[in-house]
């Protein structure tokens, strides 16, 4: 495991998941773990208890400065001024043509401080695009490489959290202390479920996992690899970056809508999306359910509506709590209602599938 690509970069958990033998793959420049035990236990811990991921690849950026939310609004396509401090927000950063270079979550530390945690593949773009735009007055640091992280997802996290601290509310983030460790715990989650990502200096990581790994014990908790993280984001319709979400799709082509506030003042490529909106959608990203017993779908197979192509799909995987293929592609605007009936070329063999209510797994409340 030790004769990985020069180019991928590691986290300061690579030992820790090789003395638990986990099975590593290049993923987004970072040598990452895709499993420890299966992808399918894995989900099922999520599922149905709790389990820890490996997160430290994501980037974390702070932005401060007394023009910070004024600037900062006008490079998201969500509003800042709704933010009390302690609180976040799903957002976006698009390009000149409206286009996505990363979805992210931000958070509002102090009046003037904010902390934006962003896709691993994409922390360098982030950084240099904002630094591009960034006026004075305001302070762009990349404070990535002080961090490792891991998330802590699934029905039992909150019982486990319990046990550090007073839980944050959802969409909340807050000052935490594990084994006089300090930490930053924010509520969001990218698996359906309730759950919690703890923020940690970097030289503290293997302590920090081990911790948690203790603390989970009770509560049956596995370490996670990106095999259930892609598993459970996609029943949860959970865009990628990267696949979902390029720089030639638009927030309002992808269903993301809610997250862009276009009352408010101008923010990079407001006009486009306020155009697209006036005339109309082409095309719109779709959650599609096959039939039982479907063979597997994959990103890039071919979306049909009888023999005519109408898409194609940029995430696909069997699903383990819907005991059948799933996936998200972009199709034709008339062929986006739901219900419609379609189907998914799968290796030369056409399986029926049908566009479904986003999502396609919600956990009870």
Known sequence: MDAASPDLQRTPLYRAHLSLQAKMIGFGGWEMPVYYSSILAEHQAVRERVGMFDISHMGEIEISGH????????MLTNNLARLTVGEGQYTLLLNNRGGVIDDLIVYRRAEEIYFLVVNAAKIAEDVSWLHEHGPEGVTVSDLSRLFAAVAVQGPKAAELFNQIGELPSRNHIATFKLNQVPMLVARTGYTGEDGFEAFFPAETATQIWSSFLDLGTSFGLLPCGLGARDTLRIEACYPLNGADLTPETTPLEAGLGT??????????GRDVLIQQQASGLRRRLVALKLAPKSAPPRAHYTIYAQTEPVGELTSGTQSPTLGTGIGLGYVGIEFAKLGQALSIDVRGRKFPATVEKKPLYKRAC
Do not use: I, R, Y
């Open 67 to 74: 023009a910070a939310q004024e600037w900062l609004n006008s």
């Open 259 to 268: 997250f862009v506030d276009l009352k408010k003042s101008d923010f990079v």
